[in-house]
Nanobody, 129 residues
């Protein structure tokens, strides 16, 4: 059982920045944290969770949804068992619940939420206009 805990959400004005963090529970990974692929999804009321960004276990390869490309940056620190999402130039349409995820398989822009292995409980981001 993998436990992921997000933090860093909050209220920010359009154009501002937030950094989301996600901590993995040290004792619940069946294998080394560094071998999991990690990512972020987001969800607004009445919609399906949508892919935001993902980073491979190597930390070298990352992918982004077109809607956040150039504004968001995903990163990971395997030693600390952390994954981050730096969000700049925020827009009101970025308002959502943001979820940290981990998966045994590579996470891509086409990854369906139903096939993601592990989820955090989410952190809420509100961007005011």
């Amino acid at each position: 059982q993998v436990q992921l805990v997000e933090s860093g959400g909050g209220l920010v004005r359009a154009g501002g920045s937030l950094r989301l963090s996600c901590a993995a529970s040290e004792h619940t990974f069946s294998r080394s944290f560094s071998t999991y692929h990690l990512g972020w999804f987001r969800q607004t009321p009445g919609t399906e969770r949508e892919f935001v960004a993902a980073i491979a276990w190597t930390g070298v390869t990352s992918v982004y949804a077109d809607s956040v490309k150039g504004r968001f940056t995903i990163s990971r620190d395997n030693a600390k068992k952390m994954v981050y999402l730096q969000m700049n130039s925020l827009k009101p349409e970025d308002t959502a619940d943001y979820y940290c995820v981990a998966d045994n398989e590579l996470i891509t822009v086409d990854t369906r939420p139903a096939f993601v292995d592990y989820w955090g409980k989410g952190t809420h981001v509100t961007v005011s206009s």
